[in-house]
């Protein structure tokens, strides 16, 4: 059974860099989309960003310039980095493995997050 | 890409219907519309993708429609257990992006 987890630093400065690892066990990262999403109170859900079964990603135009998403496929993981935090960067966030690859256009494919992890809040703060 | 949900929350029973109403701020291909559930402490739970198809697992008393900008969700008789906050989401294939809806709260009444 596919399960997902997510750790990283859960308390952070502003101007730091967020760093979270997801964890993937009972299934490979091969031939999958996996992406990283948050939530909070008052923005609701937001997609950050994914990578896909050929390592390229894609990103929240929002977010683009501070966040990076890539695999390891020897631990069987993949991470996200987004760089100086501020406030408004505390949320809840999860990681997810998509659907599968329905329709493709141009190298990239819809993939909506499935699976996900259970989430981990991190939280902004001087 | 901006969705809007409505209503903000419904106030229903058990055994009664219960319609979810999403709107996109431009014509969104059918097969790009999802639907989520979400529980408090819960992460969200795929319901719905391509507009009107069924994740695995999902019960046949949920059910989508829609196309263009209009999109709904439907759950034909509620169970105790359907009680949660929905979302739609959509998907933009060029530059690839995915939006969520704010989300409309379905309650006990």
């Known amino acids: 059974q596919l399960q997902l987890q997510e750790w990283g630093a859960g308390l952070l400065k502003p101007s730091e860099t967020l760093s979270l690892t997801c964890g993937v066990s009972g299934g490979s990262l091969s031939g999958h989309y996996w992406s990283w999403l948050r939530q909070t109170p008052g923005k609701g859900l937001e997609w950050i960003g994914e990578?896909?079964?050929?390592?390229?990603?894609n990103y929240n135009p929002s977010l683009k310039g501070r966040v990076t998403i890539l695999t390891d496929t020897s631990r069987n993981q993949f991470s996200l980095n987004l760089t100086s935090v501020t406030a408004a960067d505390t949320a809840v966030y999860y990681c997810?493995?998509?659907?599968?690859?329905?329709?493709?256009?141009?190298?990239?494919?819809?993939?909506?997050?499935?699976?996900w992890g259970q989430g981990t809040l991190v939280t902004v703060s001087s | 890409i901006v969705l809007t949900q409505s209503p903000g929350t419904l106030s229903l029973s058990p055994g009664e219907r219960a319609t979810f109403s999403c709107r996109a701020s431009q014509s969104v291909g059918s097969r790009y519309l999802a639907w989520y559930q979400q529980k408090p402490g819960q992460a969200p739970r795929l319901l719905i993708y391509g507009a009107s198809t069924r994740a695995t697992g999902i019960p046949d008393r949920f059910s989508g429609s829609g196309s263009g900008t209009d999109f709904t969700l439907t759950i034909s008789r509620l169970e105790p257990e359907d009680f949660a906050v929905y979302y739609c989401q959509q998907y933009r294939s060029s530059p690839p992006m995915y939006a969520f809806g704010q989300g409309t709260k379905l309650e006990i009444k």
């Open positions: 997810a493995r998509g659907l599968g690859r329905l329709h493709c256009n141009g190298g990239t494919c819809y993939s909506p997050p499935l699976n």
């Open positions: 990578i896909n079964h050929n390592a390229n990603s």
